[in-house]
T-cell receptor, first 109, second 114 residues
Framework: GIQVEQSPPDLILQEGANSTLRCNFS?????LQWFHQNPWGQLINLFY???GTKQNGRLSATTVATERYSLLYISSSQTTDSGVYFC???????????FGTGTKLQVIP | NAGVTQTPKFQVLKTGQSMTLQCAQD?????MYWYRQDPGMGLRLIYY???????DKGEVPNGYNVSRLNKREFSLRLESAAPSQTSVYFC?????????????FGSGTRLTVV
């Protein structure tokens, strides 16, 4: 199946700083998703972005499908951004979504 | 509030015991999923149901069975629990099988097998 790799595995930011999280995938995808898992364990959809660029407030994401990677940008980080960010991908020939191992983000005041 | 409801939230089992994790969604979604989350491993798909009446194995199905009881409910059963099944289990649902955009997750079940 498709392989999904995320980097960096851990990230510590000062509040107000910007960051970029990366997701590489091993095959062409028709489905690429970013999730945030908050410190209480709840998983929340952030973006559905198999290609192109989307923005939602301080967060934006870009997927370059031809080069098999996606980036999640967090600007002016806040402590509430802390948690684990997961990338998940699916390819046309597979009937399932595969998750990466996540980037653990800690934003300190 | 609309969403995915999982029960129980916490459970401790002894090796060899059985139990069923319950999941229900009220969003009229067609597809439902069971994932397990282990430290450093991300989320791994156990079983999924593309639509009512169908179920298929995911990445790590051994030791589990599922039942799609109706469109709303998708249960996960451990017939003979093993310590390796200690994990956090998440149920999710979506409008269609590969609509990750439509994924809504439950709050999880933390299972410990001793």
């Amino acid at each position: 199946g498709i392989q999904v790799e995320q980097s960096p595995p851990d990230l510590i930011l000062q509040e107000g700083a910007n960051s970029t999280l990366r997701c590489n995938f091993s095959d062409s995808v028709n489905n690429l998703q970013w999730f945030h898992q908050n410190p209480w364990g709840q998983l929340i959809n952030l973006f559905y972005i198999p290609s192109g660029t989307k923005q939602n407030g301080r967060l934006s994401a870009t997927t370059v499908a031809t080069e098999r990677y996606s980036l999640l940008y967090i600007s002016s980080s806040q402590t509430t951004d802390s948690g684990v960010y997961f990338c998940a991908a699916a390819s046309g020939g597979y009937q399932k979504v595969t998750f990466g191992t996540g980037t653990k983000l800690q934003v300190i005041p | 509030n609309a969403g995915v409801t999982q029960t129980p939230k916490f459970q401790v089992l002894k090796t060899g015991q059985s139990m069923t994790l319950q999941c229900a969604q009220d969003m009229n979604h067609n597809s439902m999923y069971w994932y397990r989350q282990d430290p450093g491993m991300g989320l791994r798909l156990i079983y999924y149901s593309a639509s009512e009446g169908t179920t298929d194995k995911g990445e790590v199905p051994n030791g589990y069975n599922v039942s799609r009881l109706n469109k709303r409910e998708f249960s996960l059963r451990l017939e003979s629990a093993a310590p390796s099944q200690t994990s956090v289990y998440f149920c999710a649902s979506s409008e269609a099988l590969q609509q990750a955009y439509g994924y809504t997750f439950g709050s999880g079940t933390r299972l410990t097998v001793v």
